[in-house]
């Protein structure tokens, strides 16, 4: 079994590389829930529903969410009806968050609801959000504290971050099955998320961290950052306000106290060499991913980094 932590669009991009070499039931994906929030009353938890669509094979790959070829008639009526719309939901999107909200509401776990939903969807991987307690990633900010939708979507991440924090992470839980997945898996990926806000609250639910630690199974991640710059996005910002350059000492730095091997960009591969001090091993490719090739060569990449050679993990032929 191969296990990845991941977040949003960059995780979801790698998650449709591994879902095209590998058999489903072998992939268990552990998502990021901090940036979950109440929109129009409904329950909604962008991150899960990217990978659970990527994994059904209607995620809009234009747009890196939602699904491919919705349309937007109940934003329109919202928007007609003067109520907030910064926060864009298709209407087969909507589907989910009305059905997911309705399980919540009749005392389903959010660990049920994703598998029900995966299962309408036909999804035959194992996705499991972090925690089925509400951890909230709060961004700090001299305009006040902003949730991250907020932050991301609605002010467009042009405020500057003073912090970051994950409300109720200290009384969280891993949500069933996580930490099994990161003891008994043969290989733990970390996909190329933004460390801060898409991996950092899978890390800040206590026992998480020390799963990794302790794991036999290698740990491999691909860095979101080439150069000093994020892909896309405020990975670089958002990595300042905890100290942490943007570059792939930054990242080794995140993931130190468990990660194993690092994939870097080609460009990087000679600073990479030079952190001698850390006992990260790195390797080097092009971690572009345009086009589904890219992303079945990265995720090939990373399970060669990963997967002891008498694995019994099978890929797809
Ligand atoms: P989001 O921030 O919630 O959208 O989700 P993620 O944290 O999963 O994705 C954002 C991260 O993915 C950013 O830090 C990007 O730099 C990274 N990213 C996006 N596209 C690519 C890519 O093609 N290659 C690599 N290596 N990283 C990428």
Redesign the pocket.
């Known amino acids: 079994m191969i296990t990845v932590l ?9 998650v449709d590389g591994l879902r095209r070499i590998l058999p489903p039931e072998e992939l268990t994906i552990i998502v ?1 829930t901090g ?1 979950d929030h109440d929109w129009w009353g409904l329950y909604v938890s ?2 899960l529903d ?1 990978i659970t669509y990527v994994l059904a094979g209607i995620l809009s790959p234009e747009r ?2 939602g699904v491919r070829g919705d349309t937007f008639h109940c934003l329109q009526g919202m928007k007609d009806f003067g109520e907030p719309i910064w926060f864009s939901v298709g209407d087969r999107d909507l589907a989910t968050h009305l059905l997911r909200t309705r399980l919540l509401s009749r005392g389903r776990t959010l660990t049920e609801a994703t598998r029900i939903i995966a299962e309408k969807l036909g999804v035959r991987s194992l996705v499991l959000p972090m925690s089925d307690q509400r951890v909230e990633t709060r961004i700090e900010t001299p305009a006040g504290e902003l949730s ?1 939708e907020e932050y ?1 979507v609605k002010r467009r991440y042009q405020d500057a971050v003073k912090n970051v924090r994950f409300a109720g992470a200290s009384a969280s839980k891993p949500a069933p099955g996580v930490l099994e997945a990161i003891t008994k898996s043969d290989a733990v990926l970390i ?5 801060t ?3 950092g609250p899978i890390l800040a639910v206590p026992g998480i961290r020390d799963a990794l630690r302790e794991t036999a199974a290698r740990i491999v991640a ?5 150069g000093n ?7 670089a910002s958002l990595m300042a306000s905890q100290n942490l350059p943007a570059s792939v000492a930054g990242i080794a730095d995140s993931y130190a106290a468990f990660l194993d091997t690092l994939i870097v ?1 080609d460009s990087d591969a000679e600073t990479a060499q030079a952190l001698s001090s850390i006992s990260v091993e790195f390797v080097s490719t092009n ?4 086009t589904p090739e ?1 992303k079945v060569r ?1 995720a090939n990449s990373a399970l060669a980094c990963a997967l002891p050679e008498n694995a019994a993990v099978k890929l797809a032929s």
């Open positions: 991941t977040g949003g669009t960059g995780g979801a991009k790698f990021n940036d962008p991150d990217s890196g969410w991250f991301f996909a190329p998320s933004n460390p806000t898409s991996i691909v860095s979101p950052i080439i710059a994020a892909v896309s996005g405020p990975a960009h971690i572009l991913m345009r890219d990265i």
